[in-house]
């Protein structure tokens, strides 16, 4: 009877473990699969895995976050002038309003601005590890996290 139950278990393991499907483990640091993405706006949908096979910046503002909104600045200012990537910003102010007052005043590209719901902000805080405040990624053609809050100036490099 103990060498039936031993032969089970041993091909329910076998079973278990060649069933199991490969997947690069998905995290917000350095070297990792960056998170999915998904932002629905009144303007529009983002959703990152389109940008597969071009280096990204993602970055996460909002109004009240100083340095964050001037990354989003340097950052669109960037690309729109040629340089080697697609910048992707999201903003997670309250404020629709407020939102639409300071991407006008900024002059940034609205075709790569999104703005998030209160439930998207709460979903993304935390998949994108955002606790401890707004962050910006690079992310290589692959998919992968090469730099957290990287210099906008040294991107390209």
Same mark, same amino acid.
């Given at each position: 009877?103990?060498?039936?139950?031993?032969?089970i278990?041993?091909?329910?393991?076998?079973?278990?473990?060649t069933? #199991?499907?490969?997947?690069?483990?998905? *995290?917000?640091?350095?070297?990792?699969?960056?998170?999915?993405?998904?932002?629905k706006?009144?303007?529009?949908?983002?959703?990152?895995?389109? =940008?597969?096979?071009?280096t990204?910046?993602?970055?996460f503002?909002?109004?009240?976050?100083?340095?964050?909104?001037? #990354?989003?600045?340097?950052? *669109?200012?960037?690309?729109? #002038?040629?340089?080697?990537?697609?910048?992707?910003?999201?903003?997670?102010?309250?404020?629709?309003?407020?939102?639409?007052?300071?991407?006008t005043? *900024?002059?940034?590209?609205?075709?790569?601005? =999104?703005?998030?719901?209160? +439930?998207?902000?709460l979903? +993304?805080?935390?998949?994108?590890? +955002?606790?401890?405040? =707004?962050?910006?990624? +690079?992310?290589?053609?692959?998919?992968?996290?090469?730099?957290?809050?990287?210099?906008?100036? *040294?991107?390209t490099?």
């Amino acid at each position: 009877m103990s060498r039936t139950f031993l032969v089970i278990a041993v091909i329910g393991l076998m079973g278990l473990f060649t069933s #199991a499907r490969y997947s690069t483990p998905v *995290d917000t640091r350095i070297g990792y699969q960056a998170p999915n993405l998904t932002v629905k706006d009144n303007l529009g949908s983002l959703e990152l895995q389109k =940008f597969r096979g071009q280096t990204v910046v993602v970055t996460f503002w909002s109004s009240t976050d100083a340095q964050s909104r001037m #990354a989003n600045i340097d950052y *669109d200012r960037q690309a729109a #002038a040629g340089k080697q990537f697609t910048h992707i910003s999201v903003n997670m102010d309250p404020s629709r309003g407020v939102y639409d007052q300071i991407i006008t005043l *900024d002059g940034v590209n609205m075709d790569t601005q =999104f703005h998030c719901s209160d +439930l998207e902000q709460l979903t +993304l805080t935390k998949t994108w590890r +955002l606790t401890d405040g =707004f962050h910006s990624f +690079l992310i290589d053609p692959e998919g992968k996290i090469i730099a957290v809050d990287p210099d906008p100036h *040294d991107i390209t490099a």
